[in-house]
């Protein structure tokens, strides 16, 4: 089918960029749902430090969908993620609709739209048992043996990553169920530098005001251990240092405001990386949504 029969509306874009108010706006515009694309946002009791943003789905009547699915100690992989999207996206195509999937995750986004081929794969308690004694540069050349081409590096930074890595590269491949044809019309949400600056900053103040420290707090009160919290990224991670008495209020907004401004701009890296791999991205500015939403409108 040509580009006029989409199917799917994607707004991504990095941190801080106002994509959730655009594709809170649009839905309803629409009359659509959202398919949400953060990685964190599956948790429960994580809503600020996520920037979950339910009020805004609530005042606007939109229903927003993978959010609030599992405990903080639970594990959600990409391959959760596809599938679980799949039976959305499915079941919102059945009632008429095209979902506006929204989120900053681009793992999770280029999962669905070049249609990663994974499959569910158990703990191989055997080969733990082999990989357990080896050093992190001897399970880094193994990994790399298995697949040369990593879609996240970030499987080098945690010993137990890439040995899950290995796990699932060495499983023999296996027939996969049929995939939804995604033709997406993908819109990209940024920023110039200093109004990107000023915008996640604010934010993240006013996420300190609305109780951050406190709802990181209740994670560990609840049995969420440090080393669980640093592994859901930078708000949590350095909330953790500073709960530990590590740095202070001052050092922790400080460390905050640089890292997420690093982090935005690996997530624009990623972005540009899938255009060149082929995915079509439209960029706006957060400030023009009329001109998104004619965009939208002449390309459905």
Known sequence: MGENHRNLIVILGPTATGKTAVAVRLAKQVGTEIISADSRQVYHGMDIGTGKDLDEYRRAGVVCHLIDLLDPAGEFS???????FFSRFGEMRERGLIPVMSGGSGLYIESVLRNYRMAEVPENHLLRRELMPLGMDELKAILLELKPVLHNKTD?????RIIRAIEIASRPPEDTPERPEIRPLVIGISCGREELRKKIGERLRKRMDSGMIEEVQGLVNAGIGWERLDRFGLEYRCTGLYLRGEMTR???????????????KRQMTWFRRMERLGIRIRWFNFGEYEN???YVRNSL
């Open 156 to 160: 080098f930074t945690d010993r137990e």
């Open 250 to 264: 001052s050092e922790l907004i400080d460390t905050l405001e640089i890292r997420i401004r690093r982090f935005a």
């Open 78 to 84: 990409v391959y959760d993620y596809q599938q679980a």
């Open 292 to 294: 998104i939403s004619e």
